[in-house]
Nanobody
Framework: QVQLVESGGGLVQAGDSLRLSCAASGSTISVRNMGWFRQARGKEREFVAAVTWRGDTTYYTDSLKGRFTMSRDNAKNTVYLQMNNLKPEDTAVYYC?????????????????WGQGTQVTVSS
């Protein structure tokens, strides 16, 4: 079992940056694929980014490449999502996710653990 707690969300203006953190407890993330999803009000949940447990590959949804950067710090059992040049359409609840240990990467369905989410609101 792994527990995930996101932090770092808030209200910002368009063009600002935010860094979300996801602190894991109960188990190491070093052997887990980790990711971020988001869900805007009235919309379907959307994949944002993920990094494999080997740490050799990071995936992003195409529309966010170049603005969002995901990283992991296994020593701190934490993953991060750096979000730059934020836009109003980035407004959503952002969720951190984790797979079972040594799982094969699956972009949409490969996660068994979810955090409670952190709200990001970008004003125009």
């Amino acid at each position: 079992q792994v527990q995930l707690v996101e932090s770092g969300g808030g209200l910002v203006q368009a063009g600002d940056s935010l860094r979300l953190s996801c602190a894991a407890s109960g188990s190491t993330i070093s052997v887990r694929n980790m990711g971020w999803f988001r869900q805007a009000r009235g919309k379907e949940r959307e994949f944002v980014a993920a990094v494999t447990w080997r740490g050799d590959t990071t995936y992003y949804t195409d529309s966010l490449k170049g603005r969002f950067t995901m990283s992991r710090d296994n020593a701190k059992n934490t993953v991060y999502l750096q979000m730059n040049n934020l836009k109003p359409e980035d407004t959503a609840v952002y969720y951190c996710v984790a797979s079972k240990p040594y799982a094969n990467y699956n972009r949409e369905r490969g996660y068994d653990y979810w955090g409670q989410g952190t709200q990001v609101t970008v004003s125009s």
